[in-house]
């Protein structure tokens, strides 16, 4: 184990040369292929084949390109053609030791299956999480994810716990009730860090404040800061692929991603690589899993970022942009809540103490783009000049017409995990 001030959990692997990394990518890939072929994975047997590949090829790493992309919804009619696990598993049923589903905010959820090697895979990409975010063994940690088959809070909690921590998981707080259990105990055992959703974080933080507590001090508990940068500070390519795809270190400039697990690209609507620098949709090939997936397409807006990094880290650094669900098209212009959340966060009316907003779409495109934001009245003054404000601030920067409806504190819905910040109506 490295020593508690040296920057980085495991440096030999995390400073590997590039050339190196690729090479190790290449000859990870090339097991993934054979099994592919030896198991066989049918669904991945037919993928290969679609993009000229066959028993005995080699796919090197430039050629992965040709393979076409597989996204969530064919997991799903594979399930449901091969019950219940589907046909596009790289492991035996025999030799997973765990069994998960995805969260199922957009369509039925589906399986995740891990063997012994799959979690070891995921626990230490996120032991490299835990030290760039700070967190040593030793430390005693909160969490409030979900435990059981549905969310990832076992993995999380089971990494944590192989990291060195002892960790407070007291699973979802689905009522009030279960939330002021959580802050009490928090109160009585003052972990020294969290590891909850946002969403439910901004729950916990206004439980401490009704109980009369002081979060800082009572609870070690920071007030909530959903900054414009921390959506890029982490990246995931899901439960079923590789959550811990990735972290920022200090230097930021996007979350470091765990190349020596996964194969990452930045791909167009076709699938044909985007220049470096450029947004793109995420494309995740994991190499070291006995339950890999193949250019899986998170449908995740991210850039790639090849510049060296000062810290020395040589996996690239990738931004998370958005969700590709999540894009709001007003006349012609795309647009992702991380715009919108980068305007709204300059004023402090919005922003303490949660930043609290939602855009309203109303079809596939609009003439402006509407917005609802929660206003703290005590900061605020004039509300509907305060809302002219932010509607010159948001039409001077994302160049469309806007509108914004400011709402009382506690008006928009917190889900317990990620917030959705789109909302359809006709
Ligand atoms: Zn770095």
């Known amino acids: 184990m ?20 690729v090479e190790l990518q290449q000859e990870r890939l090339d097991r993934v292929m054979e099994r592919v072929f030896e198991h066989p994975v049918s669904f991945f047997v037919d993928k290969l084949a679609l ?19 597989t996204v969530k919804d064919e997991l799903r009619v594979s399930e449901a053609e091969s019950p219940p696990f589907g046909d596009y598993r790289g492991a035996r ?24 090697r799959d979690i070891a895979n995921e626990q230490d990409a996120a032991a ?14 909160a969490n409030a994810h979900p435990l059981g088959v549905y969310g990832g809070g076992l993995t999380l909690t089971t990494a944590m716990e192989s990291f060195g921590c002892l960790v407070l998981a007291v699973g ?8 002021d259990r959580a802050v009490d105990l928090w109160r009585r055992c003052k972990p020294m860090s969290y590891q909850i959703f946002p969403a439910t974080y901004v729950k916990v933080y206004e439980a401490a404040v009704r109980a009369g507590l002081d979060p800082v001090a009572d609870l070690n508990l920071r007030p909530p800061m959903e900054s414009p940068d921390g959506a890029e500070r982490t990246i995931s390519a899901g439960s079923e692929c590789f959550s811990f795809l990735g972290s920022a270190c200090p230097e930021g ?65 990738v931004r998370w942009k958005g969700r590709k669900k999540d894009i ?18 300059r004023e402090e009316a919005f922003r303490t103490p949660t930043m609290e907003y ?31 404000g932010l509607e010159d601030a948001i039409e001077g920067e994302l160049k469309v017409p806007c509108r914004v409806e400011l709402v009382a504190r506690g008006a928009l819905p917190r889900p317990p995990y990620k917030p959705e910040r789109v909302v359809d109506l006709d």
């Not at 993009?51 to 992309?69: A, I």
């Not at 979802?172 to 939330?179: F, G, M, N």
């Not at 899993?289 to 880290?313: H, M, Q, S, T």
């Not at 495109?365 to 809302?387: F, N, P, Q, S, T």
Request: glycine fraction near 12%.
């Open 2 to 21: 490295p020593e508690p001030r040296d920057h980085m959990w495991d440096p030999e692997v995390q400073t590997l040369p590039r050339a190196e990394l």
């Open 51 to 69: 993009g000229g590949f066959g028993p005995g090829d080699r796919v090197r790493l430039e050629d992965l390109q040709n393979v076409p992309f």
């Open 93 to 116: 049923l025999r030799e997973c030791v765990r069994v998960g589903a995805t969260g199922g905010t957009s369509g039925n959820p589906t399986f995740v299956l891990s063997t012994k």
């Open 128 to 141: 490299r999480m835990f030290w760039r975010q700070g967190l040593r063994p030793g430390m005693v940690i």
């Open 172 to 179: 979802e707080l689905e009522s009030d009730s279960a939330v």
């Open 253 to 317: 400039g996007g979350a470091h991603a765990a190349e020596d697990y996964a194969v990452i690209e930045a791909v167009d609507e076709e699938g044909n690589p985007v220049p470096d620098g450029e947004m793109g949709e995420l494309v995740v090939t994991t190499i070291a899993k006995d339950n890999f997936l193949i250019r899986y397409n998170l449908e995740d807006y991210v850039v790639i970022n090849p510049e060296a990094c000062p810290c020395g880290e040589t996996g690239r650094r």
């Open 328 to 345: 709001v098209v007003v006349r012609g212009v795309r647009i992702l809540p991380g715009q919108v959340a980068g305007v709204v966060f």
């Open 358 to 388: 939602q855009i309203v779409r109303r079809g596939p495109e609009m003439d402006a783009l509407e917005i609802r934001v929660e206003y703290d009245e005590e900061r605020l003054g004039d509300r509907g000049k305060a809302a002219r």
